[in-house]
């Protein structure tokens, strides 16, 4: 298929490696399917799954792009349904050894990349993105970033909007400003914002 500007969206659970490791195969097999059904239920801008890729829901979106707003709001959406489906999965849970850690151990980092030249290719059933864009959000997903819950927005994304529809005080938190080296593709700018003050 014709290449075309992609809205890349990955909501990514962060721990999980550690949860896997150290919680029973059964309860991880319902706990970690159930938060990222919650997450793709929360979708409100139409973005459509390209993968689900273990701990991670692959969002995207062609034509006209959404507003900065809307971007903002869509990502805290995920964030705040994820958690209250960790307190319900907590208190259903609780009595099995290692529910009552699944809060302590599993949060959310969403990464949002705009490419400019993204091809969604059907393999069988599936949409496959291919593209360098659709590299570098996967890799925006190993960052400098020093939380661990937290929207990251590339420079790329942020490039689409005037500076005047950009707020970087968002009332619950700052936009801040990075920069990563990868390896075959250079450095990325990206800004970042921390998610858990939405928790308060």
């Known amino acids: ?90 208190k259903k849970y609780k009595d099995q050894p290692g529910g009552a850690n699944i809060p302590d151990i599993l949060g959310l980092k969403i990464v949002v990349h705009f490419g400019k030249q993204v091809s969604a290719v059907p393999i069988g059933k599936n949409i496959k993105l291919m593209g360098e864009d659709v590299i570098i959000a996967h890799r925006l997903l190993k960052n400098k970033v020093p939380i661990e819950e937290y ?22 938190g700052d936009l801040h400003d990075r920069e990563t080296e990868y390896k075959h593709i250079g450095e990325i700018n990206y800004s970042y914002i921390n998610l858990k003050p939405l928790l308060k």
């Open 151 to 172: 929207i990251l927005l590339s420079e790329d994304l942020l490039s689409k909007f005037k500076d005047d529809t950009i707020e970087r005080n968002f009332g619950w």
């Open 1 to 90: 298929m014709e290449a075309e500007p992609t809205l890349i969206c990955i909501p990514d659970i962060s721990g999980f490696t550690q949860f896997m490791s150290s919680t029973d195969i059964e309860l991880a097999a319902k706990v970690i399917p159930s938060l990222l059904n919650r997450v793709i239920y929360a979708n409100k801008l139409n973005l459509k799954v390209s993968e689900i890729e273990g701990d991670a829901v692959l969002f995207y979106k062609t034509g006209p792009l959404p507003t900065f707003t809307e971007i903002v709001y869509q990502c805290r959406l995920f964030y705040t349904e994820f958690y209250d489906q960790l307190k319900k999965l907590r």
